[in-house]
């Protein structure tokens, strides 16, 4: 058994939609946001076993602030409106180990 976890950081965007018409991550470009946050890990070749994962997820609770992603193992939150705030987190947070306190919830 080994200590190292499975991945080295795990990044969930909600992909939440609401039918009742309550705000939601799923009604942002959130399922776009999190291809190409996929596509960019891939591309950087930090997919992987001991690398960077990038998942989707059902409602994390915080649609109001949404879209939201969440970047474990260190609990930091982060909404976004575009690709370019997902490039900024993938160099500087996931890449760079800087969190980006602009697009920090």
Not at 45 to 69: F, H, M, T, W, Y
Not at 84 to 94: G, N
């Amino acid at each position: 058994m080994t200590d190292k976890p499975f991945f080295e950081r795990h990044v969930f965007f909600c992909l939440n939609q609401r039918e009742e018409g309550r705000a939601c991550c799923g009604q942002h470009g959130s399922a776009a946001a999190q291809k190409h946050a996929k596509r960019r890990i891939e591309e950087l070749g930090l997919s992987g076993r001991g690398k960077i994962r990038i998942n989707q997820a059902g409602c994390l609770d915080r649609c109001e602030e949404g879209p939201v992603l969440v970047v474990y193992p260190e609990g930091i939150w982060y909404t976004y409106v575009d690709t370019s705030d997902i490039d900024e987190i993938i160099d500087c947070h996931l890449v760079g180990g800087k969190v980006v306190d602009r697009l920090k919830i």
